[in-house]
């Protein structure tokens, strides 16, 4: 049960020494109750106390890890109802069902065409992450080849989809290395598929027929010692599966039930007649909030747009995305090639970049850290200044990459243009364009 704030008070040293960030104990305390702080931030709680902090600082929703290596996906782990109240941190993992008696060239044929279903965006790959093995006639052989398969020739992780018991164990005997997640523990079969998660270390999910109904399910299982549980609520109609997101979120957060703390996975693929409706509710889950999303195929219209809501809902809105300050090379420049200067707020690096990349010239783009915040905002905050857009193009290493001294800065900051003078003596700047739209035809009439 979780603790308190008054509760976890009595465990802290009460010496409101602030190194926490906040002003007093009481006041972290609060903070660790509700899920806005992190039990680290104080480096003074004892050992004895720490155990028993450690539920109460325990994200209301557990974080479950499925896969293993450089594609493990985690869902899960979420310690807010609304996005704007702190953010939200594990983008819901998206599968399509594959069937078991599928022939062996169809799935390879399948597995070559999702994997090719990847979009860069921001610096970051997109791509789905998992695919769903459905047992669709109780073949254990057919079933563990199959999973054999997407483990072995595929980057997916796997959910492995049967309710009988000597399935589910061909199938983690032949994909349990991946770590698959198991689905699906239910009334009939808890005892023995637990057994199963247990000795292998695996990831299970539960079904019920209704919210309530889950919770002896994750009991047994929470028993048995088996914390990594996905929830089901088994509804397939639109509207209560929907309530039943909206329920289970509020269950683990506001009343603090534990039983209901785990991620949940849907299933449009079973509530749509259609792959348009089926992404739209997939598109709802995402929103509201699916851990999980299964769907009956990964096509370019319906996987591409649900990866970008993802990207948007799943990004920390009080922090501005960001690219790493530095020197990037943009059509192998060399040392006769422009160089310019911006901010290191990520929609302005990758707009500057395509353009530049877009125009062909040769250049080095010098990225500055701004704190996130373009030309414009980050000049009027004081972070684009001219003495600081100097210093960090003495201490860059530009310098030692080019014969020249010019260098470009953007119009919207024209007015540093005197003090980036008086930082680098001898160098030219040249006020850039505006606009980036603008960067091709500037740099060409520069040669
Ligand atoms: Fe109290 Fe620890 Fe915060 Fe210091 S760091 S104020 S001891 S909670």
């Known amino acids: 049960m979780a603790l308190t704030g008054i509760q976890i008070f009595k465990l802290l040293p009460k010496t409101n020494c602030k190194e926490c960030g906040v002003p007093t104990c009481l006041a972290f305390a609060m903070n660790l109750a509700s899920g806005k702080a992190e039990l680290d931030s104080c480096p ?8 028993q902090l450690a539920e109460a600082s325990a994200p209301p929703i557990r974080p479950v890890a499925v896969g293993k290596g450089v594609r493990k996906a985690t869902t899960g782990g979420e310690t807010v109802m609304y996005r704007h109240e702190k953010t939200f941190f594990n983008p819901t993992l998206l599968a399509a069902t594959v069937n078991s008696d599928i022939a062996d060239g169809d799935l390879d044929t ?20 998992l695919v769903a093995l459905k047992d ?16 072995e020739t595929s980057e997916f992780n796997l959910i492995l989809m049967t309710d009988k018991e000597d399935v589910m164990k061909a199938g983690v005997a032949a994909a349990g290395f991946k770590r698959p997640l198991m689905y699906s523990a239910t009334a009939a079969n808890v005892d023995a598929f637990g057994a199963i998660a247990k000795d292998n270390d695996l990831p299970i999910a539960v079904k019920a027929d209704t919210v309530g109904d889950l919770i002896p399910l994750t009991e047994k299982l929470t028993a048995l010692g088996i914390k990594d549980i996905v929830l089901d609520s088994g509804s397939r109609d639109v509207k209560q599966a929907f309530e039943d997101q909206v329920a289970i979120r509020r269950a683990a957060l506001k009343d603090s ?3 209901l703390g785990f991620p949940t996975i849907t299933f449009p693929c079973e509530m749509a007649s259609n792959t348009d409706v089926e992404t739209l509710l997939a598109g709802m889950f995402i929103a509201k909030y699916g851990g999980v999303v299964v769907m009956s195929d990964f096509r370019t219209e319906s996987v591409f747009p649900l990866l970008l809501e993802k990207l948007n809902i799943f990004t920390d809105p009080q922090r501005p995305m960001t690219v790493t300050e530095g020197i990037y ?9 422009p160089i310019l200067v911006t901010t290191n707020f990520a929609l302005t690096y990758f707009i500057v970049f395509g353009e530049i990349e877009g125009s062909r010239v040769p250049c080095y783009l010098l990225i500055k850290d701004a704190e996130g915040l373009s030309v414009l905002t980050a000049w009027a905050a004081g972070k684009f200044g001219g003495d600081d857009v100097g210093s960090f193009v003495k201490k860059c290493g530009i310098m030692d990459k080019v014969k020249h001294q010019n260098i470009v800065i953007p119009g919207y900051a024209a007015a540093i243009a005197g003090d980036v003078e ?14 980036a739209a603008h960067i091709p035809a500037f740099l060409k009439a520069q040669k």
């Open 136 to 151: 669709v006639n109780g073949d254990k052989d057919a079933f563990a080849k199959a999973a054999k398969k997407i483990a």
């Open 110 to 129: 399948k597995l070559l065409g999702w994997n090719a279903l990847q979009y860069e965006r921001v610096g970051l790959n997109l791509r789905p992450e």
């Open 44 to 51: 003074y709680v004892s050992d004895e106390a720490r155990e």
């Open 422 to 435: 008086e930082e680098l003596p001898g160098w030219n700047i040249i006020v850039g364009p505006r606009e």
């Open 257 to 259: 039930n534990r039983s």
């Open 329 to 337: 090379e943009i059509n192998n420049p060399d040392e006769n090639s």
